[in-house]
T-cell receptor, first 110, second 115 residues
């Protein structure tokens, strides 16, 4: 089992819709969870982090964490073509090791 | 300049060449990282330095040799590489070690092609 798993996509959504990106992780002891966005040809940039169960909202982005199910998701409301990118989930495993998933490619069509 | 800068942005080298990648951070951070990004693979941590001391080396082949002369600069020395080493090499920094609550700030990357 991979330490951090994401569907590679592409996930295609129309402009204005809600995009839902999912990530599962293997280590029940994980404490910190991050979402990075990577545009094609660019480097990753952090857009959200979450440490506690539940939802965390920042503008059009909502991160959701369910530690019992070992599941973290990112919701993007009112998706825009400029949101088209690869979204990387990263999780802090035991011994403070930060591990990335392979990323989900999101395509938002006008 | 601000943020994390990497040079060169693109590098083509033969298997017998020796080259170096350079990274500089202007954020006052204490930790610096080298990551390798290959197509369809997760970001792969190569080396971590905290306050100029190497704290992690993820079983990276010895043909990759890191150097951290101070908390603002990080180098990756390359020699006798293999074609499978062709990838995007990303430098990152964080205020503390990113395993905790640290946010990683990435450079734009050095695209390496080994012929």
């Amino acid at each position: 089992q991979k330490e951090v798993e994401q569907n590679s996509g592409p996930l295609s959504v129309p402009e204005g819709a809600i995009a839902s990106l999912n990530c599962t992780y293997s280590d029940r002891g994980s404490q910190s969870f991050f979402w990075y966005r990577q545009y094609s040809g660019k480097s990753p940039e952090l857009i959200m982090f979450i440490y506690s169960n539940g939802d965390k909202e920042d503008g059009r982005f909502t991160a959701q964490l369910n530690k019992a199910s070992q599941y973290v998701s990112l919701l993007i409301r009112d998706s825009q073509p400029s949101d088209s990118a690869t979204y990387l989930c990263a999780v802090t495993l035991a011994l403070q090791k930060l591990v990335f998933g392979t990323g989900t490619r999101l395509l938002v069509s006008p | 300049e601000t943020g994390v800068t990497q040079t060169p942005r693109h590098l083509v080298m033969g298997m017998t060449n020796k080259k170096s990648l350079k990274c500089e951070q202007h954020l006052g951070h204490n930790a610096m990282y080298w990551y390798k990004q290959s197509a369809k693979k997760p970001l792969e941590l190569m080396f971590v330095y905290s306050l100029e001391e190497r704290v992690e080396n993820n079983s990276v082949p010895s043909r990759f040799s890191p150097e951290c002369p101070n908390s603002s600069h990080l180098f990756l020395h390359l020699h006798t590489l293999q074609p499978e080493d062709s990838a995007l090499y990303l430098c990152a920094s964080s205020l503390g070690l990113a395993g905790g609550h640290g946010e990683l700030f990435f450079g734009e990357g050095s695209r390496l092609t080994v012929l």
